[in-house]
């Protein structure tokens, strides 16, 4: 199936979100000194870093299938 570039595009968004999140992560445990919540704040750390693999997989094989869905209208002719 191919893939519009305005939904890969979309889809990079919120890959970049999650990624910001992931990368939040650090500083949002770092003054928690309770065990259990440090647990459950890595095992949702480890959630979100297998759903960012999976997205960016599944991304990246999305535009390998749809590189030429870019509209030569909005880029010019290479």
């Known amino acids: 199936m191919r893939t ?10 919120k890959l970049h979100k999650l990624g910001c999140e992931i990368i939040q992560h650090k500083k949002n445990v770092k003054h928690i000194t309770d065990n259990y919540i440090i647990e459950r704040a890595f095992a949702e750390q480890e959630k979100r870093i ?19 869905s870019i509209d030569e209208y909005w880029t010019g002719l290479s």
């Open 4 to 13: 519009s570039f305005l939904n890969i595009v979309k889809t990079s968004g």
């Open 50 to 68: 297998q759903m960012f693999i999976k997205e960016i997989n599944k991304q990246n094989e999305d535009w390998r299938k749809s590189q030429h």
